[in-house]
């Protein structure tokens, strides 16, 4: 019965880890975190290459940004902020939009989930003062 039991718990962690593609966790491997997966920014990678429709490569730790297309377009995420977080992380996320404003990146990528419909005109104000490319994901 103990064999049945390790058995399934291997096949349940193998499963676990082939959830994704390689490239899939290729996007999500975070250098700014020594190359650590971070599932929310594989996801929001994979939103990006559906809205833009090109496939992306994970930049590493000295570029700047986030992601890079065959283009050589460099995208830079921005959020998403927990929803838990989002009343005291308002501040921060929009002080975020602008020191991303002024790195040598090509588009910002805004994602917006969680925020309130009162934060959402707040974060779109200050989205007009940049001078960076914007892409939104996830607003409500």
Not at 92 to 111: A, N, P, S, T, Y
Request: no cysteine.
């Amino acid at each position: 019965k103990s064999n049945e039991n390790e058995n399934n718990k291997i096949d349940s962690e193998k499963s676990e880890n082939h959830r994704y593609t390689l490239r899939e966790k290729a996007l999500g491997k975070d250098p700014a975190r020594g190359g650590k997966f971070v599932e929310r920014e594989m996801i929001a990678a994979l939103q990006l290459e559906d809205e833009i429709e090109t496939p992306l490569k994970r930049l590493q730790k000295d570029k700047g940004g986030d992601w890079i297309a065959p283009s050589g377009k460099i995208y830079d995420l921005v959020g998403p902020v927990p929803e838990k977080f989002v009343d005291e992380q308002l501040g921060r996320f929009i002080e975020q939009m602008g020191i991303h404003d002024q790195k040598d990146i090509d588009v910002i990528v805004l994602d917006l989930s969680n925020f309130k419909p009162e934060q959402l005109i707040k974060i779109h104000k200050v989205i007009k003062t940049l001078k960076k490319e914007i892409i939104i994901l996830n607003e409500r």
